[in-house]
């Protein structure tokens, strides 16, 4: 079987380096691998950091927007381009470990199968990133709006927000990805669980940054929109 793990980026030269020499590093039982990363028009010196690393790994792929159009539109360029039996999303940024690339692979036991890494599968770190009180909204924000997709689609979701998303690379070709930014995440939920598929959540842990370091999702719009996302496409295509 062969896995894509696709990158997008914008803006993330202090990183991106890292993070796709990890990948590449990365071994996967049972799965070869291919990496496709997209530069989101990034306007710093990321395409020339991957631009060097393209010229020393194999089965890597490199995909440029001309001019910035969101996360979920270099989502989609990725999965068009992808050649793998299943697909997983990674964040360019080193919030997500991807040794737990692995451990979600190995819960695939079927053709249609659906893994998702949960980071909320517990209560708020107080102690942690959520004595922060913008990390506390954004947990908070989180679990509503993976509660509300569980009352909306019928199955129990405790993190539709996360980047880990593994999924049939078949399935994600044949439905029409409309959303260009961070709505992305509940559109892709929502028409996989309407097309009947289940998805399994795998317990993962993740190393947040805070907003000075460059995280750039916004709570309270971007939690919006996902709120009017999840119940739009609950009746709609």
């Excluded at 803006?11 to 070869?32: F, H, P, Q, R």
């Excluded at 360019?92 to 991807?98: I, K, N, P």
């Amino acid at each position: 079987m062969k896995l894509s793990i696709i990158i997008p980026v914008f803006n993330e030269e202090k990183t991106i380096g890292t993070v796709i020499e990890k990948v590449y590093n990365l071994k996967i039982k049972g799965a070869s691998k291919e990496i496709v990363v997209v530069d989101d028009g990034s306007t710093d010196t990321t395409a020339t950091e991957i631009k060097k690393l393209k010229l020393k790994i194999k089965n890597f792929e490199f995909f440029r927007h001309k001019k910035n159009m969101g996360k979920g539109a270099a989502v989609k360029t990725a999965i068009e381009n992808a050649t793998g039996d299943y697909i997983i999303i990674q964040d360019a940024d080193l919030e997500y470990d991807v040794n737990d690339i692995p451990r979600l692979f190995s819960n695939i036991k079927g053709k249609r199968d659906v893994i998702y890494g949960t980071r909320l599968n517990r209560l708020p770190n107080l102690k942690k990133e959520e004595r922060r009180i913008r990390f506390l909204i954004h947990y908070l924000g989180n679990r509503f709006l993976s509660l509300l997709t569980s009352i909306l689609y019928g199955q129990w979701i405790t993190d539709m927000e996360t980047c880990y998303k593994l999924f049939p690379r078949s399935e994600a070709k044949s439905i029409r990805l409309k959303s260009k930014r961070f709505d992305f995440e509940p559109e892709i939920t929502s028409k996989l669980l309407k097309k009947g598929l289940r998805i399994k959540e795998i317990p993962i842990t993740t190393n947040p940054r805070g907003y000075e370091e460059g995280k750039k999702l916004n709570t309270f719009r971007d939690g919006i929109v996902a709120f009017w996302s999840l119940i739009k496409y609950r009746f709609i295509d």
